[in-house]
């Protein structure tokens, strides 16, 4: 069974950083996209960042120039390194990725990690 396990969310000040990370484990053959979606109260989660397995990311306009998306193959993680964070970035942030695993490719999620950026 694959599991991904996020860490790093927190507190922090407007203009300030944090890094999330995502570590997929389990019985993994392969793993294709991965990517970070948010979810604010009373709003739908919505796609952050996304890396396939190149490493060539695709951003949501709102987070393009503060984002940045990386992951490692050998490892099967990947991570959201988050600067000049602004209040409305506030969410819980998922991890999700499209992993196969023996004879079988679906998309799993992470269990969410708060994000809170007070102004």
């Known amino acids: 069974q694959v599991q991904l396990v996020e860490s790093g969310g927190g507190l922090v000040q407007s203009g300030g950083s944090l890094r999330l990370s995502c570590a997929a484990t389990?019985?993994?053959?392969?793993?294709?996209?991965m990517a970070w979606y948010r979810q604010a109260p009373g709003n739908q989660r919505g796609l952050v960042a996304v890396i396939n397995s190149d490493s060539n990311p695709h951003y949501a306009d709102s987070v393009k120039g503060r984002f940045t998306i990386s992951r490692d193959n050998a490892k099967n993680t990947v991570a959201l390194q988050m600067n000049n964070l602004k209040p409305e970035d506030t969410a819980v942030y998922y991890c999700?990725?499209?992993?196969?695993?023996?004879?079988?490719?679906?998309?799993?999620w992470g269990q969410g990690t708060q994000v809170t950026v007070s102004a």
């Open positions: 389990g019985n993994i053959l392969n793993a294709y996209d």
């Open positions: 999700q990725a499209d992993i196969k695993t023996v004879g079988l490719r679906k998309s799993y």
